[in-house]
C-alpha cells in the first residue's frame, strides 16, 4: 500500500521521537484525531509502527530498520540523490549495486540507460532493472534477508570479489562525527567493503539522517570514497562531495 504524505511524515516524526501522542499528531497536522488514527492504524498494519498507551512508536528492532520502512522517509532527499548518480554513470559501464533504498531508487533512474551490467545483491534492484533487457543483471546467492530485500553471507562478497567493476555503489548505516562510513551488521559491512575493494570507483549515497544516527562496525573513512552524494553541507572540502541541494523543491 502506498504512503501519503501525512504518514510519511508521522514516519518522520517517529524517526526523530520514537514515540509521539495522537493528540500532539493531531494538532501537528491541524486535522482530527480519528484521521490520525486511521493513518497510525494503516501504518501498524503494514508492520512501520506500533499503538503504545495514547499514541504510536516506531516498531521494536535489534538491527537496521526494516526495507519498508526506510522507503518511506527521506524519500524527496533520496529521489534527488538517486537521479544525480544515474546521470553520472556512463553508458557502458560496470556497477556494482549494494543494499539500501537509496541504491534501489538509482535504479529506477537507470532503466533508460542501454548496455550496463550490473551486480548486485539487492533483490529490487534486480527486479526493477530486468524490465530494461539491454542492460545484464547478475544477482549474488546467498541468504535472503526477506524484510532487507536483499542476500548477504560469504557468497556473496566472493561473488562481488569475482567481478572488477567501473564504479560502485555504497549506501550505509550512519556516518561518524570522525567522517567514518559504518553498518549495522557484519554481513552489511563485509558487502560494503568487498564493493570498496572491487571496484576501480567506489560512490558514497547518504542523506544528512545519516549523521544522526548510530551503527557500530566500521566500513571505511569517508576519505576512501571517489564520491559522496549528499544533502549534508558541513563535511571537509578535501572530500569529494557532489552536494545535493533538497531546498530547491521546497
Same mark, same amino acid.
Given at each position: 500500500m502506498e504512503l501519503n504524505q501525512r504518514q510519511k511524515q508521522i514516519l518522520a516524526t517517529l524517526k526523530s521521537n520514537q514515540d509521539v501522542q495522537i493528540d500532539h499528531l493531531a494538532d501537528q497536522f491541524a486535522v482530527t484525531t480519528q484521521t490520525i488514527r486511521r493513518d497510525v492504524n494503516q501504518l501498524c498494519e503494514q508492520g512501520l509502527a506500533r499503538r503504545v498507551h495514547g499514541g504510536v512508536s516506531l516498531p521494536t528492532a535489534l538491527t537496521n530498520? =526494516? #526495507?519498508? *520502512?526506510?522507503? /518511506?522517509?527521506? =524519500?524527496?532527499?533520496?529521489? =534527488?540523490?538517486?537521479?544525480?548518480?544515474?546521470?553520472?554513470?556512463? +553508458?557502458g559501464s560496470t556497477v556494482m549495486m549494494g543494499i539500501g533504498?537509496?541504491?534501489?531508487?538509482?535504479? %529506477? #533512474?537507470l532503466l533508460a540507460k542501454p548496455a550496463l551490467r550490473v551486480i548486485t545483491n539487492n533483490l529490487q534492484v534486480a527486479?526493477? @532493472?530486468?524490465?530494461? +533487457?539491454q542492460i545484464e543483471v547478475y544477482l549474488a546467492g546467498g541468504l535472503l534477508r526477506r524484510e532487507h530485500q536483499d542476500m548477504v553471507g560469504s557468497s556473496v562478497v566472493n561473488f562481488f570479489s569475482d *567481478?572488477?567493476?567501473?564504479?560502485?555503489?555504497? /549506501?550505509? /548505516? =550512519?556516518?561518524?562525527?570522525?567522517? #567514518?562510513?559504518?553498518?549495522?551488521? %557484519?554481513?552489511?559491512?563485509d558487502l560494503s567493503k568487498a564493493i570498496l575493494n572491487n571496484s576501480r570507483?567506489?560512490? @558514497?549515497?547518504?542523506?544528512?539522517?545519516?549523521? /544522526?544516527? *548510530?551503527a557500530a562496525l566500521k566500513v571505511a573513512p569517508l576519505d576512501r570514497f571517489d564520491r559522496i552524494y549528499t544533502n549534508n553541507r558541513q563535511l571537509p572540502e578535501e572530500l569529494n562531495v557532489q552536494f545535493i541541494d533538497d531546498t530547491v523543491s521546497a
Open positions: 530498520t =526494516s #526495507y519498508r *520502512f526506510r522507503t /518511506g522517509v527521506e =524519500s524527496e532527499v533520496k529521489d =534527488s540523490i538517486a537521479m544525480a548518480v544515474a546521470n553520472a554513470i556512463p +553508458e533504498t537509496t541504491v534501489t531508487r538509482i535504479a %529506477q #533512474y527486479r526493477i @532493472l530486468e524490465a530494461n +533487457e *567481478f572488477e567493476a567501473d564504479i560502485g555503489i555504497c /549506501g550505509c /548505516g =550512519s556516518i561518524t562525527t570522525s567522517h #567514518y562510513a559504518m553498518e549495522h551488521e %557484519q554481513v552489511e559491512a570507483e567506489c560512490w @558514497l549515497v547518504a542523506d544528512a539522517s545519516k549523521w /544522526g544516527r *548510530f
